[in-house]
């Protein structure tokens, strides 16, 4: 449609086609703008709850609150996994010579962060043994390489699962390697340490997951990758 | 029998009918008259079988969904009743599941058609990326598919390729929630993928729809790779190219029933009957076999980000190969050097197979690396530099020529002269 300038828009009638008013369609191009601009608002807003919808919903954020793990029944050495928000997490009890191949340099140096400089874990979490207290690690047992779940081999071996292994989390899905406080070997395809959950004891006994210490406010979609 | 020029309505109530809506008219147009190369091969058949295996999957899927129950305690508990219960369940689900793979098979051929004849060449180009569309679709859906039965592997593997997500810098974790519906792959990603399941081999038959307009505006490709001009090159679709894919499809169901009925089992993963366990990742997750190739690229490459981005690209390429093959000659055939660079293209995708079911240890892992580099340098260096060294044959001059001998002979070419006329 060519498009001439009324002298006044305002006053600038419809005119019905073939008329020689044909030229100023203003009052035309008005109502096409406006109608253009309302269906694409409308469009984006109708668009929010179809794409809303697939977030989680109300009952699956509900059922994702605190749980208490008994730490009584968990031998030295041994891991348990208790289920929290549909992922595994890893509680394990560790020894004091597990405690100290954690800071032997010889598996320091095969790590890709061993000072926990990457945000995968709360500031009560950020030291050598990635916990509050060394004896128990608490992690959130999903690789971050693509998400399977890390096998538990505590014992060093020469053969299992693969050669010269110093002990921690082994993944099977593509071969990522993490120590017993969930740090990632270097040159393997996972990114990231182990995540930490937020946690913390309600006694020596009981173990809160789900909830920080006083005064922390980690959650663990401020890490930087799950 | 033989295509008839124009469709003419015989009957009143025909008449009648296509006055107001020419349907008949286009059917005939488009599926019995159209004038094919006279010399299409036996390559061109697997188009027919793509159709048919599509119309295939939506009955056999219709059907299964009748008995299927998309709750993360009871899908795999529904699957069983299918199984052992359903009458006829056992062949409908055995059915649909090797469909899906006889499925892939086919559409690879079909694109290795392509890609050996250059039919991805002007002016096929939009034909040729609705293809590669069709192909992501079909692997979205087998991919949201193989999560309905809720083995180990159908978890496993939906978990491993939605976090393929993760790795997008900053919204990755976002996005992967917002797949899921939860924290984790479960009964809420189970609902919404078999809601996707269904409603994408529907998008698929849209997308087969414009492929098939797009195949008529052009016309087919032929193993000379010249061009139609005459009509002494071509022959019409029916009763020549009816016949041709017809006997084509009935080979190929003898080999789809032979695994449906014989071995249903052996290109599934025995993991799959085990029902889903959220806390254990089974010893080893292997996609599909018609996704190894990407699993071994994605495998190949020690980062995350990267190994992600190899994947897609490795996929999206083939949309650019109209642009990246610089060679104005289509078929492989007047192409001596690109013959060999195909051919070792297609053995570098078998081997990037067979590495991505095994386990990513030592000379694996070795040989994944270079045979990714093979298929990166196929696309990236082969393509576009091949035709500055490449000496090509001639071509001849129209396809009569080549097919019937010069000149060409009258008696060979059927008497429905005036039948078909050639764009
Ligand atoms: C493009 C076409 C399609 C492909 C490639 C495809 C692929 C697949 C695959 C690979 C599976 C898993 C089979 C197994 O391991 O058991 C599956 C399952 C299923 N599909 Fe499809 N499908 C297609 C179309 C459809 C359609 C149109 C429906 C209809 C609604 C459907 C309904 C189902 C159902 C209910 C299941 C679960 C039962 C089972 O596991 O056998 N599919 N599909
Ligand atoms: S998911 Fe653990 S290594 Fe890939």
Redesign the interface.
Known sequence: MPHVPSPDPLLASDPLPGTPHEAEPRRRDFLFLATGAFGVVGTIAALVPL?AQ????AS?IAA?GPIDIDLKGIQPGQMI?A?W????IFIIRRTPSLLKTLQSPELVALLSDPFSRVNQQPDYAANWHRSIKPDYGVLVG?C??????P?FFPNPSATTPTGDWLGGYF?????SKYDLAGRVFR?????YNLPVPPYRFVSDTMLRIGENPEGSTYDL?DIV?? | MSGQPIYVPKSGLAKWFETRLPLFGFLHHSFVAIPNPRNLNYWWTFGGILAFMLGFQIATGVVLAMHYTPDSKLAFLSVEHIMRDVNYGWLLRYAHANGASMFFAVVYIHMLRGLYYGSYKAPREVLWILGVIIYLLMMATGFLGYTLPWGQMSFWGATVITSLFGAIPLVGSTITTWLWGGYAVDNATLNRFYALHYLLPFMILGVVFLHIWALHVVGSNNPLGVEKKTEKDTLPFHPYFTAKDGFALVVFLIVFAWFVFYIPSYLGDADNYIQANPLQTPAEIVPEWYYLPYYAILRSIPSKILGVTALFSAILLFAFLPWLDRSPVRSASFRPLYRIFFWLFVATVVGLGYIGANRPEGAYVIAGRILTICYFSFFLIVLPLLPLIEKTKPLPASIADAVLGRPARPSLNPGHSSASEVR
């Open positions: 794409f697939l977030t989680p919903d699956t994702g996994i289920r928000r549909s992922r595994p999903i971050t390489h693509l998400g399977c779940i096998e993944c099977p899905c593509h071969g040159g393997v395809p996972a990114p979609d990758q799950l």
